[in-house]
């Protein structure tokens, strides 16, 4: 049954922890609320946007990830080609730098509850320095990692001190590169920089932290690659060939390794992995890539096979390094990976969230695993999500989201509870939204998008964002409250902006985008007598 304006006005008062409705001048207690509440229907809670803006400078700028603190505060972090994209002071007068360096340069800002910037700074050296994870420790300590060219500003003691350097593999237009790893704390001050790589070109593009402070690296070789003796020195075992996904552990203050491993096979594994730390199990890690080899899953997994194409392995490894179990999930399709794809719960379980041409009947076991379908699929690419349990053993929940156009996951989040947030892109005039979507519309050649899930994975809220030209999520966190914030890159100059926290225009080629939803309550202010 429908609630009435005055129940929802009741209900909105229950919310607001008021004592009595105001109205009028006149009063109903709270019991009165309840029981007519109770008999009138419940006031229907939808997500709304809080704030959404622009962030960058001249040139290109992209978000690709963020992180929420206990206090709402999100920090955010990625790259930019603009010298003047908005740096900012902290409260005591201190930027680590205002200065734009090379190229490329990392940025790191600090976003209050309300959308307004608290502080901003560049790291980075006269190369190509870009940033693609960021994790919070929960002490005040914030760390960042991606890939950095020569002259990156690393500091004195930590575990690569002296640039590896080298290409990728199959070139790189970035130039020579290794991978890094700082720490700042929350109020911007640099406490640590360090290089992670070897001489054939090397990237981080996801870090974990567990309980006791360390780090996890989800990293990439390739055959041939020799990395300092620090860092070859603490792998567990041999590379499988051609590209292999390399997971790693180091201590918090950056100068110690722990372990390493290799993660592949004869094929070709990708260096776009992601990594998470089940923090059920204290140290005990996930690993999330693509592959093309066979032979990579462990007696009893899901799945023990190849399905062809890219195929996604999912392994975890415990606090030492050794391998517990391993699973492929995927098709005869293409079952693909980009960073931040990974979440883990409460009880252990899996989260992964990707795009695939693969049809779900090949991924899914009929009969032994709950399937969920939102929308027509079946264009150039579909979104599955799937939920896999904490043994490894069993496909618990299969969704798959899609239009019939490209679309794509990237940037997923997930709490201890197993509710689920992730973005990503669509190219799919029909990709499906909620009835409360803020915005249902399709309106550009790729929309972001922002869409929550249950903990069993089915669709609770799902809503186009953009403008009239390319938009792409690339991240996305939970916060308190059922409070999610997205960001990610835009090309259209009519981005929707809400509020006045931050920039409201596009300034570059290609801005920063940033957005925060939060529930409300439907409800109406006490406008009519019978409200009170």
């Not at 980075?124 to 002259?151: F, N």
């Not at 929940?397 to 239009?403: A, K, N």
């Not at 249902?440 to 994975?457: H, I, K, S």
């Amino acid at each position: 049954m429908r609630a009435t304006v005055a129940t929802l006005d009741f209900f909105h008062c229950i919310l607001s922890r008021t004592a009595r409705c105001l109205c009028g001048g006149r009063t109903k207690s709270i019991l009165g609320l309840v029981v007519l509440t109770l008999l009138l229907g419940r006031a229907s809670v939808h997500a709304g946007v809080e704030w959404s803006y622009y962030l960058g400078g001249s040139e290109v700028d992209q978000i690709r990830d963020l992180a929420i603190s206990a206090s709402g505060d999100v920090y955010v972090t990625g790259g930019t080609a603009s010298s003047n994209f908005p740096t900012k002071a902290n409260e005591s007068g201190y930027v680590y730098d205002a200065t734009h360096n090379g190229s490329y340069d990392v940025f790191v800002t600090k976003v209050g509850p309300d959308g307004a910037i608290r502080w901003s700074t560049f790291i980075g050296g006269p190369g190509y320095d870009r940033a693609y994870a960021i994790e919070l420790d929960g002490q005040g300590g914030v760390y960042i990692a991606g890939r950095a060219g020569i002259g990156f500003p690393v500091s004195a003691g930590v575990l690569q001190t002296a640039f590896q350097g080298g290409r990728e593999h199959l070139g790189d237009p970035y130039g020579e590169q290794d991978g890094f790893v700082c720490k700042l704390t929350a109020e911007g001050v640099l406490v640590f920089c360090t290089y992670f790589g070897g001489t054939d070109g090397s990237m981080i593009r996801d870090i974990a932290i567990d309980a006791a402070g360390d780090l996890y690296l989800a990293s990439a070789y390739v055959n041939g690659t020799t990395y300092p003796p620090a860092i070859g020195g603490s792998f567990l075992n041999s590379p499988g060939g051609g590209q292999d996904t390399v997971v790693a552990k180091i201590s918090g203050d950056g100068r110690q390794m722990r372990w390493a491993r290799y993660v592949g096979g004869s094929a070709e594994e990708v260096g776009t992995a992601s990594v998470r730390v089940d923090h059920t199990a204290p140290g005990n890690v996930y690993l999330l890539t693509a592959t093309q080899s066979a032979g990579l899953a462990t007696p009893g997994a899901y799945d023990e096979s190849y399905g062809g194409g890219p195929d996604i392995l999912l392994a975890t490894f415990d606090p030492q390094g050794a391998l517990r179990w391993a699973s492929y999930l995927g098709g005869s399709g293409n079952d693909s990976t980009e960073t931040h794809e990974l979440g883990v719960d409460g009880a252990g379980n899996a989260y992964v969230v990707i795009g695939t041409t693969s049809p779900t009947g090949e991924i899914a076991r009929s009969g032994q695993t709950v399937e969920h379908r939102y929308g027509a699929g079946g264009g150039q690419s579909d979104i599955v999500a799937a939920k896999i349990s904490a043994d490894g053993r069993r496909l618990l929940v299969l969704t798959l989201l899609g239009g019939s156009g490209d679309d794509r996951a990237e940037g997923t989040a997930v709490d201890a509870a197993g509710n689920v947030v992730f973005t990503g892109l669509t190219a799919s005039a029909d990709f499906p939204v909620t009835a409360d979507a803020v915005q249902a519309e399709f309106r550009g050649a790729y929309d972001a998008l922002a869409v929550r899930l249950t903990p069993n994975l089915e669709l609770e809220y799902s809503s186009y964002r953009g403008g009239e030209k390319i938009d792409y999520g690339r991240s996305a966190a939970i916060g308190q409250g059922r409070m999610a914030i997205f960001g990610g890159v835009s090309e259209s100059a009519k981005w929707p902006v809400v509020g006045g926290a931050g920039q409201t225009q596009k300034s570059g080629l290609f801005d920063g985008i940033l957005w925060k939803l939060s529930d409300s309550v439907r409800s109406t202010p006490c406008r009519i007598r019978s409200c009170c």
